[in-house]
């Protein structure tokens, strides 16, 4: 790797540190060039080359978050044996659990209540924003191909599903709409209870998050997989 090259990969690690720190300390409304800039001690201009503005730091921010959740998740997902599809939808699960608990800022960054004024640009939630979701989708496409299908029957639900059958299309996989549905839900249901416990919303003192998520993933996985042998 040339000089050039290592300084600004230094520089750029160093602007995600940063723009954590920012996050932690400051919340949404920190994350601007100008407290990028104090909290590197430097002068904004000497930033200019590699974030222009507040939307361009939000940007490299959002691409930096949604990556490395998703590779975090990936990684405990593909260390279960491709034939376990319980396994690997509990990996999955708590691997998003425990991303979530170790970058609470981040986690809410990302799927709270966006930051004022910014809008993730499309190309962003539909390549590194959906990767947990293509992986789903292949779960579930592998779910099937063994013979493993939810507890949701043809006729259970009145929607229109057209949308989300295309969504797997286009993704080169293709799932019956029961499984679909349920892997959407299944979904929601994790992300329903972090959002919970991160946000402490009603109920989160009721019963220790663990414990809860537990019941919680235990219930998806019925859902998704029905009862085991």
Sequence with gaps: MSTRAERREITQRAILEASSQLLATGGQEAL????????????????YRYVTSREDLLNILFHHVYNDMADAVEAAHSAVPAADIRGRWRAFAYALRSWSNAHPHEWILINGTPPHGYQVPTTETLSSG??????????AADAEAVGVFPRVMKGEY????????????????????????????AWHMLMGILLTER????????????????LIVAASEKLLFGDED
């Design 32 to 47: 601007t060039v100008r407290g990028l800039a104090r909290e590197l001690g430097l002068v904004p201009s000497a930033l």
């Design 130 to 139: 959906i990767r947990l979701h293509l992986l789903l989708v292949k779960l």
């Design 158 to 185: 009145p929607a229109d599903l057209s949308a989300m059958q295309k969504f797997v299309t286009e993704a080169g996989v293709d799932v019956h709409p029961e499984t679909l549905v349920a892997g959407v839900a």
């Design 199 to 214: 946000f402490e919303f009603w109920g989160y003192d009721t019963i220790e998050p663990g414990h809860y998520y537990d």
